[in-house]
């Protein structure tokens, strides 16, 4: 049902007159440590001071890394559907930033008038304004000041209400990815001794993890990683760090697409095509055919249930390690060698395996601002790694007494296929990439279409041909390199200490600098040099076995 025009005008002056209450109201607020706003007169300055925010590429980064990571409460399901203008007309539409439309709960924005400076800088403004006038009876409702949602970077409310509980599934399901399958392996390369390394890169993570929530409440307005570093070095700062984010994601939807090739050709080794003189062995013709399948999921419009699908990627971590677990202790698998103490020609490779395993932090200040209570944030952290510590090292332990030095790069290519275990585990092991392929390309993706010109804004086409060429040459890259032990120690060494333990520590020395402690600054120091000492070392070392390995 259509309102008159002076409902919606009623409507506008309840929503100003609330605007003031809350004004007034906010200016009685003590300001605290966090990075939101405490009132309206000092949202221009605060903004202004780290102004390039609002502009700077790219923009789509903290709506494309919550769908990649965030999964809310049952409660905030309704919160709203902020898009950047350029990116909502795309194919993928405001419901790819957001999950849902915000007509069901208006007390908590303003659906008619935007922010003065969202009219001032229309590349800013939501799509709130597009939504029909709401029936003036609504504007009764009470706002409660402490529930008004921040606003981001582009001026658009931010979902704050994550529970302790939700940040560590958050940050448990960012941390648990397919590493989990490559710790008996690095064990294999470094030997008992090397395992001390996962502990050690464990602590280090979450000390420079701590690093990053002290550097987004510097200012306000931070609250992604490349805010950070644009923080720290400009606008040149941010855009090295969003792109060394976009190659890591990128480089995991290489190593998806390599997993289920080689889960896949050991589940059917006799499969093969040919095609006149094209003959493609099972790994090349199941790579292929798993591309294939998981192409469609990059062209959907809505990846809100991906998202919640792949929330079970935890328990997935969960259900193939117990079947790890059960394959040695129930069905008797038996157990090789006490193994080796130290295996230092390897070592390197095994620093690469360790790191990967910690490849969270790019999601970690969007877990922190999500938080209902951020003074919690220290516990998530303590906790998510805590219990992705204890799952990695139990994994690495009993893997390796279980296959010893024939562990291949994912255990469960070692399990007996006969088992009822091995089949759920490796099953298991197949269809979670199909959940989080997508996600994981979809910000790569969302960064690229803001590059488009303006007069492609509306086209429907642009995004579906860039999404497509991303999966194809994940592809390619895949049956070109398709070492999937070597390439995690190639992007755990290079890009995961960089984004783990390097940049962390530089930003947060440079963004407050004289204001550290001679101790911080000397963790710090430490935690840079391990860092490059291992990307240097680990890098080298994987590049040199991916060669060899291809000649």
Known sequence: MKNSISEQSFYIESEEEDDEHLEKHENEEEEGNESDFSN???????????????????QSYRQSMDLYSNVPSPSLNFLGTPSLSRLGSSFLGSSLIRRHTPEVLPSLHKPLIPPAEEEKAPHRRSSHGLLPPL????????KIPDERPSKDAHGLPISRQSSYGQAVINGMNVLCGVGLLSTPYAVKEGGWAGLSILFIFGILSFYTGMLLRYCLDSQPGLETYPDIGQAAFGTTGRILISIILYVELYASCVEYIILEGDNLSAIFPNAHLSLGGFELDARHLFVVIATLAILPTVWLRDLSVLSYI???????????????????????????????VLNLSTLPVAIGLYGFCYSGHAVFPNIYTSLADRSQFPAVLLTSFGMVTLLYGGTAVLGYLMFGDSAESQFTLNLPKGLMASKVAVWTTVVNPFTKYALTLSPVAMSLEELLPSKHGKSHVYPILIRTALAISTLVVGLAVPFFGLVMALIGSLLTMLVTLILPCVCFLRILKGKTSRFQVTICALIITIGTASAVIGSYSALSNIIQSMT
């Open 40 to 58: 309206e007169d000092n949202n221009d300055d605060e903004r202004n001071r780290p102004n390039s925010l609002t502009s700077a590429w790219p």
């Open 135 to 142: 029936h003036p009876r609504k504007s009764s409702i009470k």
């Open 310 to 340: 792949s929330v079970g990627g935890v328990i997935a971590s969960f259900l193939v390690v117990l079947c790890l677990y059960w394959a040695g202790l129930v069905d008797h698998v038996g157990f090789e060698s006490k193994g080796t």
